[in-house]
């Protein structure tokens, strides 16, 4: 059996353990798509770099829309 997440209460916790929670995946998704821009654009040049930002926005919509509607879903469906 898969063990369960610990909680946080974010009142009690530590700032410093908040941010290491929940700001450092933030940072390094960002590093992530840095260096992924930096290997497209020596692969593809400006091209590939251009239609990395034009995709990228349309992509982080779509993953935000679906996880809207599944969160949206679970809870509808733990109801019931």
């Avoid at 590939?48 to 930002?53: D, S, V």
């Avoid at 990228?56 to 599944?70: D, Q």
């Amino acid at each position: 059996m898969r063990k369960a997440a610990k909680e946080i209460n974010l009142a009690d916790a530590k700032k410093s353990t908040l941010i290491a929670r929940f700001a450092l995946p933030a940072i390094l998704a960002s590093v992530y798509n840095i260096v992924d821009q930096v290997f497209i654009g020596n692969r593809l040049g400006t091209n590939g770099t251009g239609a990395m930002g034009v995709t990228l926005p349309l992509v982080l919509f779509m993953t935000a829309v679906c996880i809207m509607s599944g969160s949206g879903a679970v809870s509808r469906f733990s109801l019931y």
